[in-house]
């Protein structure tokens, strides 16, 4: 284990050799396998897995029943709603299993993306920092900073702002109701001004 600092449940699991930082939360039936990291002050809710090599960054929420698999990193203040999924290998056989480090694939969850409730992000993409992926929806792509994504398989219906809230553009300027952050519409991405 890592520091001393952090509260795990005594119905959860923390093997040998992970490591969680200061003012984390593991809660009921977790179980967190050795070479896992996590960050500083996370919430990990009731039957959360995470596999050996993954890596958490700090403030990360993770609802209940999600198992985070090898070849999964979250990056800094990302939330993982009730029962989404990760997967880490694109084609698994039972009668050929797939099982070394060579067959995951990398999947980056950049900062503060949102994944909603039983949504799925199939393996080898990467999520754009703000993102937000809406509850059921299926992932099969990279996906851009700050875009609001929902279906089967998921498409772009949207910006959002840091803060979550749609973005709604006039001559490819956004202010945000709710925060007032700006955001520049460039093409098929946006970008937060400092200032307008």
Not at 49 to 59: D, E, K, L, M, T
Not at 122 to 146: K, N, S
Request: glycine share 10%.
């Amino acid at each position: 284990m890592g520091q001393e600092g952090f509260f795990a449940h005594e119905s959860a699991y923390v093997d040998q050799g992970a490591y969680v930082g200061n003012g984390t939360r593991i809660w009921h039936f977790c179980h967190i396998m050795s070479g896992a990291i996590i960050g500083e002050e996370c919430s990990l809710g009731q039957n959360v897995f995470v596999a050996n090599h993954v890596v958490i960054g700090s403030h990360v929420k993770i609802q209940n029943n999600v198992s985070i698999y090898e070849g999964v990193t979250l990056e800094d203040y990302v939330f993982c709603g009730p029962s989404m999924v990760f997967t880490n290998v694109r084609t698994p056989r039972a009668a050929y299993p797939r099982n070394t480090k060579l067959d995951y694939q990398q999947t980056l969850i950049k900062h503060g993306a949102s994944i909603g409730a039983n949504a799925t992000i199939v393996c080898g993409v990467t999520v754009g920092e703000w993102a937000f992926i809406g509850a059921g929806a299926v992932i099969t792509r990279d996906i851009l900073p700050y875009a609001l994504m929902i279906g089967v398989p998921a498409r772009r219906i949207g910006w959002v702002c840091e803060c979550g809230i749609s973005l709604r553009f006039e001559d490819q300027y956004s202010t945000c109701t709710e925060c007032n952050k700006q955001y520049m519409l460039n093409n098929t991405s946006i970008e937060r001004l400092k200032s307008r």
